[in-house]
């Protein structure tokens, strides 16, 4: 059987409670909705919540906190057929429960955690290259390509640095983003059609001042470009002000 889902996480989590209960050898996979298969044998299992936090919480009791951390952390990297060495990293955890993480030397285990790995560091990394935009209407709005699907856990540091303000994150490569409205965060879907933005008066301003601030404390003969590459990947430039205007010469 093919279990297909709706692309989130608890949805994978659904998907998978549905196939433990009928049967885990007969899940031959676990895909996206939107993947089409080409022998037909396919079930649609709907979000529910309540079955995948049973699945998280269970995990969570029987091998660590980490362990539920590194299969959200994997999801997120969205790496090619990731729903069925997910599985088999959660079969292998439950199997190991509280020794799991000393079995590093399983290929499933071994790849969870370094699909985790790489949605982690691409987290650290924009959380520093974040830049916002204030909007005709007050609010804050920074659009961002990221690799992995790291909106969603970038998210709660704004709210907590930003907690005064509206804003929206807009994960462009996506088409969606995370809203504050000051209170609550709420994912949220952004047809690439509302993509033009109108900007404040001010904000020309403000865009103006930080890249001279930039432009005032580049020292050139220290200029390191391996070194800059490595705390700011070219591929974020496109949304990082200070590399306007001649800034990505400096």
Wanted: proline share 4%; net charge neutral.
């Amino acid at each position: 059987m093919i279990y297909t889902y709706d692309a989130t996480f608890f949805g994978f989590l659904s998907a998978v409670f549905d196939g433990w209960h009928d049967g885990i050898q007969q899940i031959e996979d676990i895909r996206t909705v939107s993947e089409p298969s080409l022998f037909g044998g396919e079930r649609f299992v709907p979000t529910e919540e309540e079955k995948a936090r049973r699945i998280l919480d269970s995990l969570q009791g029987k091998c660590g906190a980490k362990t539920a951390h590194f299969l959200y952390y994997a999801f997120l990297a969205e790496q090619p057929q990731r729903e069925m060495k997910m599985l088999q990293y959660l079969r292998q955890a439950f199997r190991l429960q509280h020794d799991f993480l000393h079995h590093l030397h399983e290929p499933a285990i071994w790849e969870i955690r370094q699909w985790a790995r790489k949605s982690g560091n691409e987290r650290h990394k924009l959380l520093g290259l974040v830049r916002f935009r204030e909007l005709a209407d007050g609010m804050l709005y920074c659009p961002i390509a990221p690799t992995c699907c790291v909106v969603p856990v970038m998210a709660p540091h704004f709210a907590k640095r930003l907690a005064s303000e509206r804003w929206v994150i807009h994960d462009t490569k996506r088409h969606m983003g995370v809203y504050y409205d000051r209170h609550t965060l709420t994912m949220v879907e952004i047809p690439q059609t509302r993509y033009h933005i109108d900007t404040s008066d001010e904000e020309a301003g403000f865009a103006a001042l930080w890249q001279q601030y930039y432009q005032t404390i580049a020292i050139a003969e220290r200029r390191n470009e391996t070194v800059r590459r490595s705390f700011m990947p070219k591929k974020y430039w496109s949304s990082l002000i200070e590399m306007k205007n001649g800034g990505d010469k400096l």
